[in-house]
């Protein structure tokens, strides 16, 4: 991975933490995925004219990330439910990585070396670290929301894999991401007014400021993810996406001024390690 991709991911990874701070607005949980997702739709939509109608040949994984997409924010919000989502989120995104570069082996056949596999060891596991709190908190963790949790990271991993190869069948990451977040728009459209009916499009129109902020971070941090993964090991470029779980306790730090506890500043230098590690293999 060369330093221009790697720094590149590490910004996508802190856009990652921003809008996942900014889309705490005043909705239920369902309305506030399908405003995010809206805004990504929206965002890819003046780019469209300026990026190549993808080829026949890619369309299928263009359908087959919309569907792995659909299944992660569906689960995340069955998880949100279940559980705490500061523990929950966690949980599924530090899983993925693991999944992801398992996964990889065998769906784009790229094989980690031992200093990358360790470092998405280590990234995982203080991923995991943050999410447990330090072990004070592990008797709220019910399996019903370990379950749902569970499962959303294995749709994280299959759509990282799937936009991995896709952007890379396609002419470029540009004409896959444009693509990927119109038709995701517009299936996540048709399902919420099929769950919620019209109603749903009053209840995000009134956050709409939000919902184009947080589409805006959400697209172009991932938009890099694709591009990144063209240019990388999928495997790699997913665990140092994870570094988002970094930044946003950064976040919670300076902003929200919360306290730097020990079970923190355990899974910081784990996410750090991870990191680092990454950058050498």
Avoid at 107 to 128: D, K, Q, R, W
Wanted: glycine share 8%; hydrophobic share 60%.
């Amino acid at each position: 991975m060369t330093l221009t991709v790697f720094l590149a991911v590490l910004a996508a990874a802190a856009m990652h933490a921003i809008w996942n701070a900014l889309v705490k607005v005043n909705l239920d949980r369902f309305a506030s995925v399908t405003l995010m997702t809206m805004g990504m739709a929206a965002t890819a939509l003046p780019v469209l004219p300026f990026v190549d109608f993808p080829a026949a040949h890619v369309w299928p994984w263009i359908c087959v990330s919309v569907f792995c997409h659909m299944g992660y924010k569906l689960f995340l919000i069955r998880a949100y439910d279940a559980g705490d989502l500061a523990q929950t989120y966690p949980l599924a995104r530090g899983t993925a990585p693991l999944l992801t570069a398992i996964g990889g082996i065998f769906v784009v056949s790229e094989m980690p070396t031992y200093v990358a596999f360790g470092g998405i060891v280590l990234l995982s596991v203080g991923t995991f670290i943050m999410s447990m709190r330090g072990g004070s908190h592990l008797s709220d963790i019910n399996r019903r929301a370990v379950g749902f949790a569970l499962v959303t990271s294995v749709f994280i991993a299959a759509y990282t894999l799937t936009d991995g190869s896709g952007a890379r069948l396609a002419t470029t990451a540009s004409s896959y991401a444009a693509w990927l977040f119109l038709c995701d728009g517009i299936v996540s459209l048709l399902l919420a007014l099929y769950l919620r009916g019209p109603r749903i499009l009053r209840t995000v129109a009134r956050q709409w400021k939000i919902g184009a902020v947080t589409g805006f971070l959400s697209a172009a941090a991932y938009w890099i993810a694709m591009w990144a993964m063209t240019k990388a090991p999928i495997a790699s470029v997913a665990a140092l996406r994870e570094t988002s779980i970094l930044f946003a306790m950064m976040i919670s730090l300076i902003w929200l001024r919360e306290r730097l506890t020990a079970w923190r500043c355990c899974a910081a230098l784990f996410i750090v390690g991870g990191v680092i590690a990454l950058r050498l293999g």
